[in-house]
């Protein structure tokens, strides 16, 4: 019971092309380029002003964040200042992975299986041969079948 990394190896790079065919496709649509390009330039005007700010403070510690009804309520060091444009591109990337989620569900349908094994258990047992043999079948549906009526 050996895993093959050929196995593994051709999953990544079929999941690899599939992902980079749906992005290419996404983007080919002029909303999606507009927005992308309206979110990334937003970042990047971001960024620059944390550049500014950190370059230009006089002294280590400055307002993070402000609220009007309560004042200041978090002082810290000049450098976490690139916190918020981190975290800005990281919400990009998410909102592009779930705009390619609505865009091409069968790509995440993996992710979407009751058991996260399965996966894991189709590469072991030997599922999905080239050649069309599928030795493991029966005993990949027996493991998913144990694992899904187990107790948690």
Known sequence: MAIDGHKILNYLYLGREKLVQAILYLVSFMFVRMYLLFLFALNIINWLLAFYINNNVSQNLVVLHYNVNLGVN????????YIIPTLGLAFIAI?????LNIFFPQIFSRLK???????????????????????????AIYEIAVINTSPD
């Open 74 to 81: 978090l002082i810290g060091n000049a450098r976490d200042i």
């Open 95 to 99: 909102n592009f992975l779930l705009l």
């Open 113 to 139: 299986q009751p058991s996260g094994s399965s996966l894991v258990s189709s590469i072991i047992n030997g599922e999905g041969n080239s050649n069309g043999a599928g030795e493991g079948k029966d005993r």
